[in-house]
């Protein structure tokens, strides 16, 4: 009963490559997030999406395509990859504008060698 | 631009020692949140502060929130190697209220 699933858990690839990640989430939120965290720890946002619409997009480079084809999905799509690429990325939801206690997925560690 | 600060980024206690940590805003929160992330986990929700000085209990864990809503505090009551872990703040800016999280805080616990 998995409430924010990322797949796959582990990504390892070659520069250039293109690469998605996947998010689903089963808790009936409306709204769902693209964070990085780097190896420092820190957590960036880069997306998020309401109801399949687009509210957040910080400054990412444009190789990173965000996709939400309902509200239970949020995939990450990133083309020519980067060695600066390499994180983890976590998938989040919550509910509401309010936007209190995200639950965030087991995170997408992505490693461009 | 907005910020939450969190410093400083790593501390080591002895196990049974109270820990405190603190967290800052650059502008004025409507809410502050905070989240742990255990070794090799994700961020896990723990709490939500709204109101002027409020405190809030979970177990050993108190946080509060400050008079101002600008800064916000954890303390860890006789810490527990179960305890360890990074420890987030995160409160809304910007236009879109974006959940913005500080640089974390890791906890080491030791036995």
């Known amino acids: 009963d998995t409430a924010v699933s990322q797949t796959p858990k582990y990504l390892v690839t070659q520069m250039g490559n293109d690469k998605s990640i996947k998010c689903e989430q089963n808790?009936?939120?409306?709204?769902m997030y693209w964070y990085k965290q780097d190896s420092k720890k820190f957590l960036k946002i880069m997306f998020s999406?309401?109801?399949?619409?687009?509210?957040i997009n910080e400054t990412v480079p444009n190789r990173f395509s965000p996709k939400s084809p309902d509200k239970a999905h949020l995939n990450l799509h990133i083309n020519s990859l980067e060695l600066g690429d390499s994180a983890v990325y976590f998938c989040?939801?919550?509910?509401?504008?309010?936007?209190?206690?995200?639950?965030f997925g087991s995170g997408t560690r992505l490693t461009v060698v | 631009g907005q910020q939450v600060m969190q410093i400083p980024q790593y501390q080591h206690v002895q196990e049974g020692e109270d820990f405190t940590t603190y967290c800052n805003s650059s502008?004025?929160?409507?809410?502050i949140q905070w989240y742990k992330q255990r070794p090799g986990g994700h961020p896990v929700f723990l709490i939500q502060?709204?109101?002027?000085?409020e405190v809030k209990k979970q177990k050993r864990l108190t946080f509060q929130f400050g008079e101002a809503k600008k800064n916000s505090s954890l303390h860890i009551t006789a810490t527990q190697t179960t305890d360890v872990g990074t420890y987030f703040c995160?409160?809304?800016?910007?236009?879109?209220?974006?959940?913005?999280f500080g640089k974390g805080i890791t906890l080491s616990v030791r036995p």
């Open positions: 502060l709204v109101k002027s000085g």
């Open positions: 999406y309401n109801n399949k619409e687009l509210i």
């Open positions: 502008t004025t929160l409507s809410n």
């Open positions: 989040a939801s919550s509910q509401g504008w309010d936007r209190v206690g995200y639950t």
């Open positions: 808790l009936g939120h409306d709204t």
């Open positions: 995160a409160g809304p800016t910007g236009a879109n209220s974006k959940l913005t």
